[in-house]
């Protein structure tokens, strides 16, 4: 019997163990980039889908595997690159695979993140029409490492340091337990040659200080702009490795799966608390607060409205968690709502002395009166800040 490479088992028993609780002909698709990550998951869901659930006792029985190529028109011949990723997918005998372009200048929350909202719904509008059950993203271990580097630097809390869940809706990652160096070698072993978006690499000659020492003074002058993400995975992680040993990465992994653990107890115990301190709607219309997202106040359903001492009596933890999640409630967006607005609402809670509302994240509104905490979207639903867009630095999470 001839030996598998290392690296494809590991990828295709990945993909295994989540194709494992789907049925005959459910249809799973693969987001393909023509990247090695991706490339590697759709070979690894080609050859897996034919055959789940074998074992020495049943033959198995087969799932369709398609994949959706997504084109954010981005860079000169993206429409070339996501072709030739279609057309290598079709090679592997993946069907159907289809070719579907992002509109990412509607979006909010900055360029990055209008590209990864676009991308997603992209995703979940093709997967809605062909009627899959699982779309499979291709990020890794290495990427996991890089999000919760990003998030401790935010300062964003146990929930970003969590990283990138291995499942949420239909998406599922089945190689957040892999390296990067592990889809380039499944790759090589499976004769597939990958594209490399030029946004994940550091400009040639580049150092790993961001400065640049000229006659003794420090040169901060910009250079070729380089995405955060792309410089944490060629500056920072590097350093790391050098500096603490190897195993910085998966030490990273751990790091967020404990975690996600704790988050969502901490996450469940929250929701609770934020059932409990709901009022009567009733009362929420008698302090004259308008729909939420409507044209003008004291129509219809005023929005949210918790009860103050109940919230006082909970733990910090719990109270700012679920206050986090009342913002959530009424449309902030999660990648906008940050610690100082929970900070603000906190303190309308145990800090009350007459302040005016806070100003939340989309042109939400929070403020207190009579021992509750309103908490309204904004009328027009138009977010706060300039307009302006430019096309996003990089298509990764």
Not at 17 to 22: E, M, Q, T
Not at 169 to 181: D, V
Request: net charge neutral; hydrophobic share 40%.
């Amino acid at each position: 019997m001839a030996r598998v490479d290392p690296a494809v088992a590991a990828a295709r028993n990945a993909v295994r163990a989540v194709l494992a609780p789907l049925g005959p002909d459910e249809l799973v698709l693969v987001a393909c980039s023509g990247g090695a990550d991706s490339l590697a998951l759709a070979a690894s869901l080609a050859a897996e889908a034919r055959r789940v659930g074998r074992s020495v006792r049943s033959r198995g029985y087969a799932v369709r595997a398609g994949a959706v190529v997504v084109d954010h028109g981005l860079q000169a011949g993206s429409a070339q690159v996501a072709a030739r990723a279609a057309e290598q997918c079709r090679a592997l005998g993946l069907d159907p695979v289809v070719v579907r372009d992002a509109d990412w200048s509607s979006g909010a929350g900055g360029p990055e993140a209008a590209a990864r909202d676009a991308r997603y719904a992209a995703l979940e509008a093709y997967a809605a029409e062909a009627g899959a059950t699982r779309v499979l993203l291709g990020h890794t271990l290495d990427d996991q490492a890089e999000q919760v580097l990003l998030g401790l630097a935010r300062g964003a809390g146990a929930r970003s340091l969590a990283g990138m869940p291995r499942e949420r809706g239909i998406f599922h990652r089945p190689f957040l337990g892999l390296r990067r160096a592990q889809t380039e070698a499944v790759c090589a072993a499976s004769g597939l040659e990958f594209w490399t978006d030029p946004t994940n690499l550091l400009p040639p000659g580049d150092r790993t200080s961001p400065t640049r020492v000229q006659h003794g003074a420090t040169d901060r002058s910009p250079g070729p702009f380089t995405p955060l993400r792309s410089q944490v995975r060629g500056r920072v992680l590097p350093v790391l490795e050098d500096t603490l040993g190897p195993g910085v990465v998966e030490a990273l992994g751990r790091s967020a799966d404990q975690l996600r653990d704790d988050a969502d107890l901490l996450d469940a115990l929250a929701a609770g608390l934020l059932d409990e301190a709901r009022t009567d709607p009733a009362a929420q219309a008698a302090q004259g607060m308008g729909t939420p997202g409507g044209p003008t106040a004291g129509e219809g359903d005023p929005g949210l409205v918790l009860d103050a001492g109940v919230l006082e009596r909970a733990h910090p933890a719990l109270r700012r968690r679920a206050l986090r999640l009342a913002a959530l409630a009424i449309g902030c967006k999660p990648t906008d709502t940050t610690a100082r607005h929970v900070d603000a609402l906190d303190a309308l809670v145990v800090s009350w002395s007459g302040q005016g509302p806070v100003h939340l994240p989309g042109g939400a509104r929070g403020r207190r009166a009579c021992g509750s905490l309103f908490l309204r979207a904004a009328p027009t639903g138009i977010s706060d800040g300039g307009t302006g867009a430019r096309p996003p630095s990089t298509t990764q999470e």
